[in-house]
């Protein structure tokens, strides 16, 4: 059984709304179980996104006699109330030629008068003038729905995290993107680009489906810019609004939103240690660099670097150890304890100077200690 749509603008609409039988197709309301599902379509996106669903059992004897005129219509009430999401809502009683019943939990009435003046009273208690001859079933749902992306989730939980950014390796040479997340238990999350494309979607199954998942942080390959220049990897990734939409593991919606600039800082310059130098294990190193306010070569957005980041590791002998620490925009060196070094190590580091953007530069270098 099809419903029929509804335009929601960027405001949003609040209705009461009917599903209508497949023309031409005598179906009949019997004891059974219905799943009543509410979605909405995008412009200019395929997927259809589940917003609300709800399962009514039909019971025997629900329905009048009278039921079996072809202008009958069958109302569904008290089945959202319990819902928080739909507290403001009501059953709507239309107004009838005959008089409504109630039995089992269902309002049962005849189909709304055609004629103008009837149809204006019924529509200001929520009824709609419906001209099929079959049977209907209107459901009393608040379908207060925004355009997604555009207007307020009133039904929708926040994600409390959502970042999409451009990380750049100035010593490398090459550059990707990096997305992170984090909201409740979620087993579903789509990534739409400010075109409304969609540009990542992952599901959890079985084991992780039902257990859900919280915070997901991944990155993009980084190809070089010989391979991929900058200026293409950004046409790729144009500055915009990136939409963030999820399904908890209850069925619930999240949504987020994370605005991606193409803002980026010129990588640091280390002034000490020197690449490759060698060091004593003995003594601390102080990781020096000069501040970052130039904006990368090839850009020409001005660049506001409010943070570095240090991160330096053991890669010789194993295990990987790691030291990493976040500094403010005011401070450009880092000490690395004596308790962090070891003798005859291999240790490779990298300063991040990070924009308020979020975007952020690496410059990479190395030292070693002695025997």
């Known amino acids: 059984m099809r419903g029929s749509g509804l335009f929601v603008g960027e405001n949003g609409i609040a209705t009461y709304h009917h599903f209508n039988p497949i023309r031409d197709m005598n179906y009949q309301f019997v004891r059974d179980t219905y799943e009543l599902e509410l979605v ?5 996106r395929n997927r259809l996104i589940s917003l609300w669903k709800i399962t009514v059992d039909v019971p025997d004897g629900a329905f009048d006699p009278r039921l079996t005129s072809p202008n009958a219509t069958v109302f569904l009430t008290g089945l959202l109330n319990e819902n928080p999401m739909f507290q403001q809502s009501r059953s709507a009683i239309y107004e009838t030629e005959g008089p409504a019943v109630q039995a089992a939990g269902f309002f049962i009435g005849q189909r709304v008068k ?3 003046g009837e149809c204006g009273k019924a529509q200001r208690k929520g009824g709609i003038n419906m001209k099929s001859h079959l049977r209907t079933l209107s459901v009393a749902l608040l379908a207060m729905v925004g ?4 207007a307020p989730q009133l039904w929708a939980e926040p994600f409390s995290q959502a970042k999409i950014i451009i990380e750049v390796n100035a010593s490398a040479e090459d550059g990707g993107i990096q997305i992170f997340v984090d909201g409740v238990g979620w087993n579903r999350l789509e990534v739409f680009d400010p075109d409304g494309q969609t540009i990542f979607d992952v599901s959890g199954s079985n084991s992780v489906g039902v257990t859900g998942v919280t915070e997901l942080f991944f990155e993009s390959a980084e190809p070089s810019f010989q391979d991929l220049p900058l200026d293409q990897l950004l046409a790729r990734f144009r500055e915009g609004n990136y939409q963030f939409e999820g399904i ?3 069925g619930g919606r999240l949504t987020g939103k994370a605005t991606l600039k193409h803002n980026i800082p010129a990588g640091p310059r280390i002034i000490s240690p020197l690449e490759g130098e060698t060091l004593f294990p003995t003594v601390p190193v102080v990781i020096d660099w000069d501040p970052v306010t130039d904006a990368f070569p090839g850009t020409d ?4 670097v409010v943070g570095y980041q240090v991160i330096v590791e053991r890669v010789k002998p194993r295990p990987l150890l790691v030291f990493n620490v976040n500094l403010p925009a005011t401070v450009t060196q880092v000490t690395v304890p ?8 291999d240790y490779k580091f990298e300063v991040l100077a990070i924009e308020q953007s979020g975007n952020q530069t690496i410059t990479e270098s190395s030292f070693k200690t002695a025997p």
């Open 338 to 345: 004596a308790e962090f070094l070891q003798a005859h190590a």
């Open 40 to 44: 909405a379509k995008i412009m200019n």
């Open 114 to 116: 055609e004629n103008p």
């Open 147 to 150: 355009l997604l992306g555009t």
């Open 301 to 304: 957005l001005s660049v506001t």
């Open 248 to 250: 908890t593991v209850a």
